[in-house]
């Protein structure tokens, strides 16, 4: 009886020790290091929702400029209308392309504004953890992509995304979405969405350099992400964003 | 011997196995496959992102513009309009590019203003709109006549 209580406790000590050293390895393994401590997210798209117009002309660029199949949106404009009820009403008629007919309510109208969504480029994005093929991933500057010729089209990413940014393009058959017009900023040019904007509603640069327009912006203003709850750290930040949208 | 006879036949059907193994490996992954990033988000065919990068441009902003239109680029740069892109109103770049002639989208209908300028709840109450032309009108004083148009009275590249 006695022996063998000294050797379960013997057994157990080891058991732990050799538990807690195989643990303490493991952040030594090359990757397994904490995402958000890369530095390699060194882009932030910033939308003014306060300054957007809601013309859709982004919309518009986008799909040219991306060659987005009809009916599919990288990027959209969402209107939110906040009855004095308490009713939100949220509409984007053709992803917002054509812009926006007015619109008649019963009840007074409390708050109204537009909402422009597009994929928001998280630190840690769900939809890259679930690919089986490894076909989605964070590149060096911390833009999310999709590998089309590896993709096999599964469509577990779009349903992983908590913002809806992903689809899958029916004329490739594998997962599309929103890259920040990568082709574009890899050559120094603004995304697409961003040259068309008449408002400045939509910001875009690097955060490390101080001439670029968001510089300033993360480091002074008030910034907001949408379902912060999600854990995925959006790199895609909003000015004035109500606590309806989602 | 006998002893060892199933031993070996292990080693075989393993070698064989990992042979296998290796060799569809080999065929499946793709070149470049892991060469950038981390495992956890990063791990990549190290060609897609080139790949992705290589797609052609097609809005390439005003000062492309300015080359040819320098004189509308210093109006336009005066005015209200002047955060505007060109491009915003007009066709991208690239389909001007490749044929001057190529007729370039310009569109001064009452809907193309009115996609910016119409009054809408949820524009920001900042921002200069108009409820309709007849309305403009009644606010300027002004009869309104069948076909009038914005551009009657406004420069879209200098609106006032």
Redesign the interface.
């Known amino acids: 009886m006695n022996k063998d209580r000294r050797n379960f406790i013997k057994q157990t000590g080891w058991s732990i020790l050799g538990g807690g050293l195989l643990i303490s390895v493991f952040p030594l393994l090359?990757?397994?290091?904490h995402?958000s401590k890369?530095k390699?997210h060194i882009f932030a798209f910033i939308v003014d929702i306060?300054?957007?117009?809601?013309?859709?002309?982004c919309v518009n660029?986008c799909i040219?400029?991306?060659s987005v199949p009809n009916d599919f949106y990288r990027t959209w404009v969402e209107?939110?209308?906040i009855l004095e009820n308490g009713e939100v009403i949220v509409d984007s008629p053709d992803g917002g392309s054509?812009?926006?007919k007015?619109?008649e309510f019963k009840h007074k109208?409390e708050k109204?504004?537009?909402v422009p969504k597009l994929c928001n480029h998280c630190k840690?994005?769900n939809c890259?953890?679930v690919c089986p093929v490894?076909?989605?991933?964070?590149?060096?500057e911390g833009v999310v992509?999709v590998?089309d010729?590896?993709c096999v089209g599964c469509s577990y990413c779009v349903q992983a995304c908590p913002y809806g940014a992903r689809f899958i393009n029916p004329e490739t058959r594998t997962a599309d979405k929103c890259?920040w017009c990568?082709?574009?900023i890899?050559?120094g040019?603004?995304p697409?969405c961003v040259?068309?904007?008449?408002?400045?509603a939509r910001q875009f640069g690097r955060i490390d350099d101080p001439e670029s327009p968001v510089h300033k912006t993360v480091k002074e203003k008030m910034l907001q992400i949408l379902k912060p709850e999600t854990g995925n750290e959006p790199m895609t930040m909003y000015l004035g964003l109500d606590k309806e949208v989602r | 011997m006998r002893h060892y006879n199933h031993v070996i036949r292990f080693a075989i059907i393993l070698t064989a196995v990992l042979i296998g193994f290796f060799a569809v490996r080999g065929f499946i992954v793709?070149e470049s496959?892991g060469v950038?990033?981390?495992?956890?988000?990063?791990?990549?065919?190290g060609n897609?992102?080139s790949?992705?990068?290589?797609?052609?441009?097609?809005?390439?902003?005003s000062d492309k513009c300015r080359k040819c239109h320098e004189k509308l680029y210093e109006q336009e740069s005066q005015a209200g309009?002047s955060?505007?892109?060109c491009?915003?109103c007009h066709a991208?770049w690239q389909a001007h590019n490749n044929n001057t002639r190529n007729k370039v989208l310009k569109n001064g209908s009452i809907e193309a203003c009115?996609?910016?300028h119409?009054?809408?709840?949820?524009?920001?109450a900042a921002?200069p709109q108009i409820t309709d032309i007849k309305q403009h009108m009644d606010d300027q004083e002004q009869e309104f006549e069948k076909g009038m148009e914005c551009l009657d009275c406004h420069d879209p590249h200098e609106p006032l």
């Open positions: 090359p990757g397994s290091a995402a890369n390699n306060e300054k957007c117009i809601g013309c859709g002309k660029a040219k400029e991306n209107r939110y209308h054509d812009g926006f007015p619109q109208v109204a504004f537009f840690k994005p890259v953890q490894v076909a989605t991933y964070v590149s060096k992509l590998d010729k590896h890259t990568y082709h574009r890899k050559k040019y603004k697409a040259l068309v904007c008449p408002t400045g | 793709p496959f950038y990033g981390t495992y956890m988000y990063g791990y990549h065919r897609s992102d790949e992705e990068a290589a797609q052609p441009i097609l809005y390439y902003g309009h955060k505007i892109a491009e915003s991208n009115m996609q910016c119409k009054k809408l709840s949820a524009r920001p921002f």
